[in-house]
């Protein structure tokens, strides 16, 4: 009995330290458990809250964008903006899409040199210019006939392997553009060239809204020259799309102040308009720390608005007030 005993006692050690480490385990494990999920709940959290946020920014860019839509809304007007305790809100942008080129309206024969002078603005050549506004021309004519030795018809398209090509009508989009012959010329000396032009609007050219370097390769006048009068435009605070902004009432006043060449501006003065009437919008949407930005191009031609694209674009820097 005695050693029987002796060994029992010897043994209650053991079991207890056994019973000690699976319980310092079962704490570690159920440490580990609230730990994780505790992590897990705050990361959806974030997650839903970021998704909830950008879904609020984008109903607040939508708003913009039906506030602008309005006929009566004109740039600048304070309705355009509007911010609940600068924690939510939204700010739109009211323009024309004739501030750009109408890329489709340039390629006539008589609109042509006008899209040859934008490309030697560029610092193409004469010939250059002249080669490739004619591959862009020969693309949108019905027949197969090269304008130029230089410019590129059906057969140019075969040699290199790209049958069925150019499609003989007016581009609808700019991919399209892509695809014509010594496009890439254009690409190396002015990239970004696309955003010049348009394939919306009604084919003038908006001197209300047009950039400075836009007035000054259409006119023949420097760009120093055309920035100044894109600032008389834009008023005393000499910012674009305000309330105190100065159209221009006549387009003879707007061609006496950019000057440029006698024959430079007699070409233009008919491609030019002091109102567009194609509506260019862009809205951005503000919800906590979450921006969505939606640009639209809306017809108004006919009264109410209509529109006839739709997109969504990147907003960069941090929210503003």
Known sequence: MIVTYVCQFHKQPAAAGSVLLAVLCLTAVLSFLV???AVMSREHGEMQYARTSRTRA?????????VAAHPLIKAGDPLLRSSVAGVEGYEARLSTEERKLNLNALLTPDKLPLLERVFMSWGLTLADAQDIAASFMDWTDAD???????????????LQGRSGLPLNRPFSNFSEVGLVARADELDAVK??????FTLRGNGLLDVNTASAEVLSAVSGTTLETAEQVVSARNGPD???????????????SVMSLLGGAAGARADLLPQLTLQGTTRHVESIGM????????????DTKEGAPRMIEWSEFPVKGERGP
Not at 144 to 158: F, H, Q, W
Not at 287 to 298: K, S, Y
């Open 144 to 158: 197969d006939l090269k304008r130029r030795p230089g410019s590129a018809e059906k057969v140019d398209y075969d």
């Open 238 to 252: 000499r910012l674009p799309h305000t309330a105190d902004d100065v159209p221009f009432r006549s387009l003879e």
């Open 287 to 298: 919800a906590g720390d979450a921006l969505c930005g939606i640009a639209v191009v809306l």
């Open 191 to 196: 990239p970004g060239w696309r955003d010049w």
């Open 58 to 66: 984008r109903q607040l860019a939508e708003k913009g964008i039906a």
């Open 35 to 37: 730990i994780t999920t």
